[in-house]
């Protein structure tokens, strides 16, 4: 069977002397592994569509479970990426996330539409990763059916108070007050009234409004670090292009 979509280069691995395995993020399979035949051949026309963070148009065959590429035409090749190493490594943070939050064969048009609005403005705008790292982090978890809820203090479902406080583990706020009060007490991050509209921001707001905010440095540590520590709960696992790009900020 032949069908084309549009996708996103998460990972290529070499396969013998010029063919390769690539991971694509598309937008009407979700995740899919396809092999790309000639594809390490400088005067292929596949080799700068199937590269790493290429968004391409391809072609794809089926043959029982594997897809094999038979055309690719470059969309976008988001260059700017190389002009910071932090970006590069946030750009293939993405890439391993999505690789394992993302569905496969399911359409996904939604969570390539988030990573490529990412990748954008770390290329071409600049914008700070500390606000486009969370963003993704938690949108992408709630696109998987993890939405934390922080609506209200998950005890007594009062919206808002000097100091809230999340809990990774369970997903969801409790404020101050009742967190003195439970004898059960979990892990919790401390937050104060703006880092709290910023984290329902990231999980609620329109997607073309997702990136617009800001928040003091101090705050966007906060936020960033509530969106790791959720996703290494929810998840449980860790991530080593994340781990490396911590290293690094």
């Known amino acids: 069977m032949k069908f084309i979509t549009n996708g996103l280069i998460i990972r290529e691995q070499n396969i013998r002397e010029k063919d390769k395995l690539v991971t694509v993020l598309t937008e009407s399979r979700g995740v899919i592994k396809a092999f790309v035949h000639g594809a390490k051949?400088?005067?292929?026309?596949?080799?700068?569509?199937?590269?790493l963070l290429s968004y391409s148009r391809f072609t794809l065959h089926t043959r029982g479970e594997t897809y094999l590429i038979s055309d690719a035409k470059t969309l976008k090749i988001f260059s700017g990426l190389?002009?910071?190493?932090?970006?590069?490594?946030?750009?293939q943070y993405f890439c391993e996330l999505s690789g394992v939050i993302c569905p496969k064969e399911q359409e996904s048009d939604e969570q390539l539409r988030l990573i490529l609005n990412a990748l954008y403005l770390l290329s071409e705008k600049g914008r700070s990763l500390f606000i486009i790292k969370p963003c993704v982090e938690l949108?992408?978890?709630c696109l998987a059916g993890y939405m934390p809820d922080i609506m209200m203090c998950g005890e007594c479902g009062e919206y808002e108070k000097e100091t809230m406080y999340f809990l990774p583990k369970l997903g969801r706020f409790i404020c101050k007050d009742c967190y003195e009060k439970n004898e059960d007490t979990e892990y919790k991050i401390s937050l104060n009234k703006s880092t709290v509209t910023a984290l329902r921001h990231c999980c609620y707001a329109d997607m073309d409004k997702l990136f617009s905010f800001s928040l003091p440095e101090k705050d966007l540590k906060t936020l960033n670090f509530c969106s790791e520590e959720y996703i290494k709960f929810i998840l449980e696992r860790d991530f080593k292009t994340l781990k490396f790009l911590?290293?690094?900020l």
């Open 41 to 51: 051949d400088i005067k292929s026309s596949k080799a700068a569509a199937t590269g």
């Open 82 to 91: 190389g002009k910071s190493i932090e970006n590069m490594y946030l750009a």
């Open 139 to 141: 949108r992408l978890m």
């Open 246 to 248: 911590k290293s690094l």
